[in-house]
């Protein structure tokens, strides 16, 4: 079975607090994505990544930076964590053809 | 760039049909659709290509217009595992595979 999975199914940091969430898929796919789950707004993309090292930014990247130094690994940096960042965060990965995407359980992050 | 979608929200009964639609001001190279259940992760349901063509799965199935840049997703027979929220994915032509969702749709079946 795929596996896309996420380091944190719950976070609490501070305000200010630099936080990483990491993500880790197992599946050899090209593409990895960061999204963030709010009610009423869906799946809002933050950042993707094609390939290591490649990142483009999505509908809602303010506040935020990723980092691909490996295939398998995405990660999601939030320089310094606000409490309009509370939120649930999904990774997901693809292959380079167009099929199905992987989602990660969620990282439920509260920022206080 | 989110796609919309439509209803946000639909209550059915057992056996009923719904359908759920969803639209892009941009042309688009695939639609994905995914279903997630509460405290879940998102699960894949179908990809539709360019080419109108339609698929299924189990009492599930979707079109894709390619013209109005529109997918549509049919629920026949409603059955109370299909409750959840719904969404639609879509991906645009020569964006590396960025794939955006839309805001969501709520179904809830009742028996």
């Known amino acids: 079975d795929v596996k896309v999975t996420q380091s944190s199914r719950y976070l609490v940091k501070r305000t200010g607090e630099k936080v990483f969430l990491e993500c880790v898929q197992d599946?050899?796919?090209?593409?990895m994505f960061w999204y963030r789950q709010d009610p009423g707004l869906g799946l809002r993309l933050i950042y993707f990544?094609?390939?290591?090292?490649?990142?483009e930014k999505g509908d809602i990247p303010e506040g935020y930076s990723v980092s691909r130094e490996k295939k398998e690994r995405f990660s999601l940096i939030l320089e310094s964590a606000s409490t309009n960042q509370t939120s649930m965060y999904l990774c997901?990965?693809?292959?380079?053809?167009?099929?199905?995407?992987?989602f990660g359980q969620g990282t439920r992050l509260t920022v206080v | 760039q989110q796609p919309v979608q439509s209803p946000q929200a639909v209550i059915l009964r057992e056996g009923e049909d719904a359908v759920i639609n969803c639209s892009s001001s941009?042309?688009?190279?695939?639609v994905h659709w995914y279903r997630q259940k509460h405290g879940e992760a998102p699960v894949f349901l179908m990809i539709?290509?360019?080419?109108?063509e339609q698929k299924g799965h189990e009492k599930i199935s979707a079109s894709f217009n390619e013209k109005k840049q529109q997918s549509s997703l049919y629920l026949t027979a409603s059955q109370l595992s299909y409750s959840g929220t719904y969404f639609c994915g879509t991906e645009i032509p020569g964006s590396a595979r960025q794939l955006t969702f839309g805001s969501g749709t709520q179904l809830t079946v009742l028996p």
């Open positions: 539709l290509l360019k080419g109108g």
């Open positions: 997901a990965s693809s292959p380079s053809m167009p099929t199905e995407a992987f």
């Open positions: 941009k042309a688009l190279y695939s």
């Open positions: 599946m050899d796919h090209e593409n």
């Open positions: 990544s094609y390939d290591v090292k490649m990142k």
